[in-house]
């Protein structure tokens, strides 16, 4: 089985050393490379090009913010997961402006930092779910417009592929659970996000937040 190779960035060590057995703890996963400032963080992802950059945001020399849109211009093709403990919107937006693809509270449980992990290194974008009120707020306005014809401009199924899609599951194991293939997964999204006049997945996470989709996650 071939290894997810993450890299760790954040300047407390002891953090790295958390995370670091957290991650080798797991069968799909692998940490392949540590920097304990965005410099390094930089300079690290250039050399090695990992899947997956878990990053926090305040670090020395470099911030994470700064890392990330660096990283987005010299090696776009290497995802970063943004890892913090500040649950303020600005933050979000800026991180996922940046080019960040998911962002994690460091307060979270370990397990929901594995699941951002497998989702945006499957090609997604992930929110954790505790900042649900804070990214609803930019989107209120736009999902309470589309709220009340939900029903009747979705089929059941455009909604269950969707709401699998918000909570960070890949095309293949949203197929693998409805027993469709993953062509027809791609149909219904596309459909569903047409619908909704939705362009993204932050979009999407966003609008299934406002519906209440991921209450339950």
């Not at 943004?82 to 998911?102: K, M, N, P, V, W």
Request: with cysteine.
């Amino acid at each position: 089985m071939t290894k997810l190779r993450i890299m760790l960035a954040d300047d407390h060590e002891t953090v790295r050393e958390g995370l670091k057995l957290l991650v080798n703890a797991q069968e799909d996963m692998e940490v392949v490379c540590e920097a304990s400032d965005g410099l390094e963080a930089v300079a690290g992802a250039q050399r090695l090009l990992p899947d997956l950059l878990v990053m926090d945001i305040s670090m020395p020399k470099l911030n994470g913010l700064k890392a990330t849109a660096k990283l987005r211009e010299v090696c776009p093709q290497v995802r970063v997961l943004t890892l913090s403990r500040h649950a303020d919107d600005g933050y979000i937006r800026e991180l996922l402006r940046a080019g960040a693809c998911g962002y994690v509270l460091k307060q979270s449980a370990s397990s929901e930092l594995i699941h951002a992990i497998r989702a945006v290194a499957s090609g997604g974008k992930y929110i954790d779910p505790k900042l649900a009120a804070k990214v609803v707020d930019t989107y209120s306005g736009r999902a309470g417009a589309l709220r009340g014809d939900l029903k009747g401009s979705l089929s059941e199924r455009e909604s269950e592929v969707l709401r699998f899609i918000a909570l960070g599951h890949s095309n293949k194991e949203i197929a693998a659970r409805l027993g469709l293939s993953v062509k027809t997964i791609e149909v219904h999204k596309a459909n569903a996000m047409r619908k909704l006049n939705l362009t993204s997945r932050i979009d999407l996470v966003r609008f299934a937040m406002f519906q209440g989709w991921l209450q339950d996650n």
